[in-house]
């Protein structure tokens, strides 16, 4: 049986301050300059939102067979999945995987999804 990553959905703004769960690293809105930033610690498999990806680990690139693909492959692949960023990064096998979805608040249904695995 595969393990699939435990999702976890929020509804909050798109600038939340997520933490990870393994380190306490927070990976998003750190920079007080620009909130933008993101910091990714060695748990970070995946930082996206629905129009990208901020960052790829190389752990979720072997994991979903991503690795040696350009940006642009790899956005073809996600683009081509229904759920598209969101159900491309569920796909995750890795054992223990923890993924973050947080939601604009209505009406706006945009999505940031953070991923995150402790380290083998
Ligand atoms: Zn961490």
Redesign the pocket.
């Known amino acids: 049986m595969t393990n699939a990553i435990q999702r976890t959905e929020l509804r909050t703004f798109y600038y939340t301050p997520v933490h990870?769960?393994?380190?306490?690293?927070r990976v998003m809105g750190a920079d007080p300059v620009d909130e933008t930033l993101i910091t990714a610690?060695?748990?970070?498999l995946f930082i996206a939102h629905d129009t990208a990806f901020e960052y790829r680990s190389e752990r979720f690139d072997r994991n979903l067979d991503l690795h040696g693909l350009s940006d642009q492959e790899v956005e073809e692949r996600w683009r081509g999945e229904a759920g598209g960023v969101d159900g491309f990064t569920n796909q995750v096998t890795l054992a223990d995987a923890i993924k973050v979805a947080a939601y604009a608040p209505e009406p706006s249904p945009y999505g940031s999804y953070y991923g995150?695995a402790p380290t083998e």
């Open positions: 990870c769960p393994f380190c306490g690293t610690c060695p748990h970070t995150f």
